[in-house]
């Protein structure tokens, strides 16, 4: 039976492959033993009869589609490979022709587009509570109805910067993965390359790079009030090194947000 859930899972994890000769793109839509935000681990196989029902070899009249960000009314690609391996769902992609396609492909190729989605229905037999010294208490899903795989720019939510990733993580190297994809952006924008709809969508990646660069130092300074964020107070981060990083980071980007964009 299927719960009237559909959920979408996405995955920051760079394109493995590009090959602009036949626009084929290889790289993982979803991984494998990793806790989620929703308290989920998904195991190996638990997309393994949808493959088979309605994956590429299959007969099915409907097959699993790669779209972009969910939306079936912008199919991207055509699927040539759709395998589970020991890291998770690899697919293969040839992208098509038409003009999100091929925006699509110049995203990928200027680093824009990193992470990738899928969408699923849970099924109550595939879903388990389970309990172990690694993950704690979480949900086992061994089984799902998976319906598509998506190109994304940011998730689910474009428009809600998170930063809970980077728990753990160093500060310099949050900010050089930050600047890595501001860089791609100011390429895009230098080559002008694509539809007007595709460089909005690089103008509005590079707002919400700017409010991930916010949040971050708002975490960052965590005793300090958002309007007193200019005067960073001595010590609030891990190091003085820290803390320059971040203050240098965020008046870049300060500079590449008044010479690309309009005033916000």
């Not at 020991?86 to 992208?95: K, T, Y």
């Not at 492909?105 to 010294?133: K, P, T």
């Not at 460089?199 to 916010?214: A, F, K, P």
Request: charged share 25%; aromatic share 10%; net charge negative.
């Amino acid at each position: 039976m299927i719960n009237n859930n559909f959920k979408c899972k996405t995955l920051a994890l760079d394109i493995s492959d590009i090959d602009p000769a036949t626009r084929k793109v290889v790289g993982y839509f979803s991984t494998f033993d990793v806790k989620d935000s929703d308290n989920d681990v998904i195991r190996k196989g638990a997309y393994a009869n949808s493959i088979a029902q309605k994956g590429v070899y299959s007969n099915s009249n409907r097959k699993i589609a790669h779209l972009w960000n969910h939306n079936w009314d912008e199919p991207i690609g055509k699927l040539l490979e759709l395998e589970e391996d020991d890291l998770g769902l690899r697919f293969v992609s040839q992208l098509g022709r038409s003009q999100k396609g091929q925006d699509t492909f110049l995203n990928y190729q200027d680093g824009i587009i990193r992470e990738h989605s899928v969408g699923f229905y849970y099924l109550e037999s595939g879903v388990q509570v389970a309990q172990d010294s690694e993950f704690g208490i979480y949900n086992n899903i061994t089984n799902v109805d998976l319906f598509e795989g998506s190109s994304v720019t940011f998730g689910s939510n474009a428009f809600t910067p998170v930063l809970d990733v980077t728990k753990g993580m160093k500060v310099e190297d949050v900010i050089e993965s930050l600047n890595k994809q501001m860089l791609g952006y100011i390429d895009a924008l230098k080559n002008g390359a694509g539809t007007d709809e595709r460089l909005y969508q690089i103008e509005m990646g590079l707002r919400v790079l700017q409010s991930t660069y916010y949040d971050l130092l708002k975490r960052s300074l965590e005793d300090t009030e958002p309007s007193q964020l200019e005067s960073v107070e001595e010590n609030s981060l891990e190091t003085p090194e820290d803390e320059q990083l971040v203050i240098k980071s965020a008046q870049n980007f300060k500079k590449i947000i008044t010479t690309y964009l309009k005033p916000i």
